[in-house]
């Protein structure tokens, strides 16, 4: 919507999305038994991962119907996603919008499993070290070559 100058006009013409999706990034934090310091500068408190925030003031006007906070997060059994969802309370009952985030989950749960099998996904253009292949040159590649 304001990034991109060739889609900018025709986004422009829609509606608000109903659903804010912020992606922090992954963070690394300090290992409460070994005391090891975290990599990042910044990381969400320990108390943040409850996965469900309930919304905010009532007096408040939210712009989205969801606002979905999500930070990969390392542990000591590797990375973990979190989530924070945020919504008017008036509008949803907080049953219903942990079925949304449980039925969210397990969408990527889905998308997971289906990247670990075998022959999912292949190479993209950003795999390679070679410049200027195009992602329908590669897929030639690898159907000629069998991958």
Same mark, same amino acid.
């Not at 409460?32 to 943040?48: D, L, N």
């Not at 996904?121 to 069998?146: A, C, M, N, R, V």
């Given at each position: 919507r304001h990034l991109n100058p060739d889609t900018a006009t025709t986004l422009a013409?829609?509606?608000?999305?109903?659903?804010?999706?912020n992606y922090l990034g992954r963070f690394e934090l300090a290992?409460?038994?070994?005391?090891?310091?975290?990599?990042?500068?910044?990381?969400?408190?320990?108390?943040?991962?409850? !996965?469900v925030s309930?919304? %905010? *003031?009532?007096?408040?006007?939210?712009?989205?119907?969801f606002l979905l906070t999500s930070a990969a997060v390392d542990g000591p059994d590797g990375p973990a996603l979190t989530a924070d969802w945020s919504w008017p309370?008036?509008?949803?009952?907080?049953?219903d919008v942990r079925d949304l985030a449980q039925t969210w989950f397990r969408a990527l749960e889905a998308?997971?499993?289906?990247a670990e099998g075998p022959g999912? !996904?292949?190479?993209?253009? %950003? *795999?390679?070290?070679?410049?200027?292949?195009?992602?329908?040159?590669?897929?030639?590649?690898?159907?000629?070559?069998?991958l």
């Open positions: 013409t829609l509606p608000t999305p109903q659903i804010s999706f290992d409460e038994k070994s005391g090891a310091k975290t990599t990042t500068s910044w990381a969400p408190a320990p108390e943040a991962d409850s !996965g309930g919304g %905010s *003031d009532r007096d408040m006007r939210l712009r989205y119907a309370q008036d509008l949803f009952h907080e049953d998308i997971v499993t289906h999912a !996904g292949g190479h993209t253009p %950003s *795999d390679l070290s070679l410049g200027g292949l195009s992602q329908d040159e590669i897929d030639e590649f690898e159907d000629e070559l069998g």
